[in-house]
């Protein structure tokens, strides 16, 4: 799935000029307090640029798939702080790192008492990233154009009259490869943007559909829209249990835990017969 930055030769070129005036904000701002060269903070500046724009790749991967919303209020402050912490730390640790290969260790010496600043940059960065990219997430659906799924379905054949089309199993295909995934095989599925991401036991696979159709297409004693981004194999459930007042949270056979709806919870009973 590609790097919503890299949609585009004109994306890209902004992402480019984003860190180069951080690394020009840095220096003008830096060289007031720290006792070394313009040019020296300019250069310590494009270090930590470039290390930040590369963090922010994979940041964008770990929220596009991570499943933030399907966590709990605790759980999701504890992913979070886990991440803001290893990102600042490989951030503050390689950028010294490379700047005392670079300057040597004089100037290494002089820039360490500043370190506690620069974590303090880092994490507000961090923050900043954060807030971009969960916006982002929201309206757009990032994927490579020469990875995009084409998807064949395989139909059984309906009975009568105004009956609906049930899956049997989906063949995806993602670049050269083809994978056949049998519909009771399915954990669940959550909406992507444009897409679906179909989730098993073998792995994740992307597929330009809609929720909507899936959910019309699918057993529906077996298949429930707990959420509206959501539908869960509800044999795949392994224990329901109180979340909020007007919610619950699903444990799947995975471990991966499913926050429902309202109006989700009540389907899921209706298909269990609760």
């Known amino acids: 799935m590609q790097f919503h930055f890299f949609e585009n030769t004109l994306k890209t070129i902004q992402f480019g000029l984003i860190w180069l005036i951080y690394a020009l904000v840095q220096a003008f701002v830096l060289v007031w307090i720290v006792p070394v060269s313009f040019l020296t903070l300019l250069g310590d500046g494009c270090i930590h640029s470039m290390l930040f724009a590369a963090l922010?790749?994979?940041?964008?991967?770990v929220l596009k798939y991570g499943n933030f919303e399907a966590l709990t209020l605790s759980q999701w402050l504890v992913n979070h702080i886990a991440l803001a912490f290893l990102s600042v730390t490989i951030w503050v640790g390689v950028g010294f790192g490379l700047f005392y290969l670079i300057y040597g260790v004089e100037l290494a010496k002089v820039v360490i008492p500043f370190l506690p600043i620069r974590t303090l940059i880092g994490l507000l960065i961090y923050i900043l990233i954060i807030q971009l990219f969960i916006r982002g997430l929201k309206k757009v659906s990032v994927v490579e154009p020469e990875s995009k799924v084409d998807v064949v379905q395989d139909n059984s054949l309906a009975t009568k009259g105004h009956q609906k089309e049930l899956l049997e199993r989906i063949a995806v295909k993602s670049g050269s490869k083809i994978h056949v995934i049998l519909v009771p095989d399915v954990i669940y599925l959550q909406a992507d943007g444009d897409y679906v991401q179909i989730v098993t036991a073998q792995g994740k696979y992307l597929k330009e559909q809609t929720m909507k159709s899936f959910e019309e297409q699918l057993p529906d004693n077996q298949f429930v829209r707990v959420h509206r981004?959501?539908?869960?194999?509800?044999?795949?459930?392994?224990?329901?249990?109180?979340?909020?007042?007007?919610?619950?949270?699903?444990?799947?056979?995975?471990?991966?835990?499913?926050?429902?709806?309202?109006?989700?919870?009540?389907?899921l009973r209706m298909a269990l017969n609760l």
């Open 56 to 61: 922010g790749v994979l940041l964008w991967g």
């Open 229 to 267: 981004s959501v539908i869960v194999n509800v044999e795949m459930i392994s224990r329901i249990e109180l979340y909020e007042k007007q919610n619950q949270l699903l444990t799947l056979k995975n471990g991966q835990q499913i926050k429902t709806s309202p109006s989700g919870y009540k389907a």
